[in-house]
């Protein structure tokens, strides 16, 4: 029997090394994998559909290929988690939210092809802040995921349900999407890697679409090189999304193995010294220090419009999804709820599907795109969005990548901020500017608060040098993290999994 | 930001607020929009702005006929269908 918090899967590459050595069948991970999330997924509710027919379905087809002598996918065999904002065909499709209730997409997304390509065994959806827009969570509408370092802590969204899981050792690795953050900053809180790759990386084909200019899909992983291993397979260009770079893929596993001797390494002196937390400093001088001792050098670098994230974030990702999610009207898909005339049938129905968040987010994007406004806030923002690439570019021409804390705090307490969604979207001020900018960014642990607590930090990268992040990162992970310790998270709390349902519905 | 304000914007977002959303709503988006008033402090004269952080490829596909999905499939997840077709609300008032 599995205990919570019982390693009973491995890591991608474990999993995918000893399934294409025959030392694992595809089937008995597949089967230990669901037997975990059984046994831990109450205390977490990270997932909020899980496959379990499907999962053992694609196991068995990775058993019998390998015994028909085929050549295994890189992934062959590895149980993976998907944010439940990516449609998979067939299986439920909800982005945690009322309006999509039930939805079972038609089709895979272009990220679900790849992992089915390399032999993944899908394994479920994971819960996420409600159509993406949160960091912490609590702004599913099927309940929140608790951090399985400390079950009264968010485990930071809105990727919140594909951290908890691989952090709970539920899955090898998960699928997140990041839009402001929402891989990283649930990366940092608890103690996983994460990384939102170029924007254009990696296509957002099946992706529901929160800010179009933003969203990028992003692995979630024990390891830096389990991480790498994924985004390659992720990778690549695809004619489906119109913003899909046609640029070869990099070797991302290789550049695990490379040293950062002579890397420039740069940090904002003035960002760092604002940081109140004792914890996050301490961690982010560790990594430092890391790096400078794995042979790097350390610069200083500055990026004076990165102060302004927020404000630029949030007038110009809530002004993509007052038009993205227009789209949600009743009519094709999902949530209907009749009213006297086709207005009041939109009305009603986007009333009772969307959460607070979702509808504050849509007035907030409606506001700043309305006329009159449109000049002052959104195109505002757009413009010193160019005076914050700019700053990148400067810092870029004197080192190769950029250093900052991944998060201000470590893990705060469910209920600590979600009545004051100004101070929630302070969560992110360190993740916003490479998502502004189109770059891609990594988040690695680098140890534990004194609270026990996980701590993460970020490295930037110009666009498409992903290579240097995993490269980095490998040094902070060697030197800070190399047992890749794992929390022990006590037992259930009660029935509120989607596991505990015998349909696999959401838990309400 | 005031609450005929937000009540015009829900209006816009096809949104239909109660009167404590509409309460609740003035008091968030205006703090929000408070603190985004700190962009005023930015010079910005002659920047252009960024709608693309990443300049795109946009690569151009040959002009072919590819399979897309079938009408059972797309109308699958439909609240209602009548003769498969998405059936919706009337748009048209018989007067007008």
């Known amino acids: ?508 | 930001m005031t609450a005929d304000e937000v009540r015009k914007v829900a209006r816009l977002a096809r949104l239909d607020l109660g009167p404590d959303e509409v309460e609740r709503m003035t008091a968030d988006l205006g703090a929000i929009l408070a603190h985004m008033a700190e962009l005023d402090a930015v010079d910005v004269a002659g920047v252009e702005p960024t709608f693309h952080a990443v300049p795109l490829d946009a690569p151009l596909r040959e002009d072919r006929v590819a399979p897309s999905l079938d009408r059972e499939r797309a109308l699958a997840a439909a609240p209602r269908v009548e003769a498969g077709a998405f059936a919706v609300p009337k748009v048209l008032e018989a007067d007008s």
């Open chain 1, 1 to 508: 029997m599995t205990r919570p918090g019982e390693d009973a899967v491995g890591g991608v590459i474990d999993v995918a090394e000893a399934v294409r050595g025959g030392a694992r069948s595809a089937l008995e991970v597949a089967e230990a994998c669901i037997a975990g999330i059984r046994a831990g997924d109450p205390a977490l509710h990270s997932f909020l559909y899980v496959d379990e027919e499907g999962a053992l379905a694609a196991a068995a087809a990775v058993d019998a290929a390998r015994a028909a002598g085929e050549a295994l996918g890189p992934l062959a065999g590895v149980p993976i988690g998907v944010k439940d904002n990516l449609c998979t065909a067939g299986v439920p499709t909800t982005c945690a939210s009322k309006i999509l209730e039930g939805y079972r997409p038609p089709y895979d997304a272009h990220v679900i092809e790849r992992l089915r390509d390399a032999g993944a065994v899908i394994v479920g959806k994971t819960n996420l802040d409600e159509f993406a827009m949160g960091s912490s969570n609590e702004n599913s509408a099927f309940g929140p995921v608790h951090n399985p370092w400390a079950l009264d802590r968010a485990p930071g969204g809105s990727s919140g349900g594909s951290a908890a899981a691989v952090a709970g050792r539920l899955v090898s690795a998960a699928l997140g999407s990041d839009t402001g953050g929402s891989v990283r900053q649930p990366g940092a809180f608890c103690g996983v890697t994460a990384i939102k790759p170029t924007y254009g990386r990696v296509s957002r084909y099946g992706l529901i679409a929160f800010a179009s200019s933003l969203d990028q899909v992003g692995p979630l992983a024990r390891s830096v090189r389990d991480c790498a291993r994924l985004l390659e397979v992720l990778s690549g260009y695809d004619p489906r999304d119109a913003t899909s770079a046609v640029r070869p893929v990099g070797q991302y596993e290789r550049a695990c193995e490379r040293d950062v001797r002579k890397l420039r390494v740069g940090v904002v002196r003035d960002e760092l010294e604002q940081v109140q937390d004792p914890d996050v400093r301490a961690r982010v001088d560790d990594a430092i220090a890391a790096l400078e001792s794995a042979g790097a050098d350390v610069v200083e670098v500055t990026l004076p419009t990165a102060r302004y994230g927020l404000s630029m974030y949030y007038l110009i990702a809530p002004a993509e999804a007052s038009s993205n999610l227009a789209r949600f009207d009743g009519m094709r898909y999902g949530l209907r709820v009749a009213g006297a005339d086709l207005t009041a049938t939109y009305e009603r129905t986007r009333a009772a599907g969307f959460g607070p968040e979702v509808k504050r987010r849509i007035m907030l994007g409606t506001y700043a795109l309305s006329a009159g406004y449109y000049d002052a806030f959104y195109l505002k923002a757009q413009k010193v969005r160019t005076l914050l690439r700019r700053d990148f570019a400067a810092a870029f021409a004197r080192c190769d990548v950029v250093l900052s804390p991944t998060t201000p705090t470590p893990a705060f307490k469910l209920g600590d901020k979600s009545g004051d969604p100004l101070q929630m979207y302070l969560a992110d001020i360190f993740t916003l500017p490479a998502a502004l900018a189109g770059l891609p960014a990594i988040s690695t642990p680098a140890g534990l608060s004194a609270a026990g607590l996980p701590v993460g930090v970020q490295l930037t990268a110009p666009a498409f040098e992903e290579e240097r992040l995993f490269t980095a990162s490998r040094a902070v992970e060697d030197a800070l993290w190399r047992d890749a310790p794992a929390p022990a998270f006590a037992a259930p709390r009660g029935d509120r999994s989607a596991v505990s349902s015998a349909a696999g519905a959401p838990s309400r």
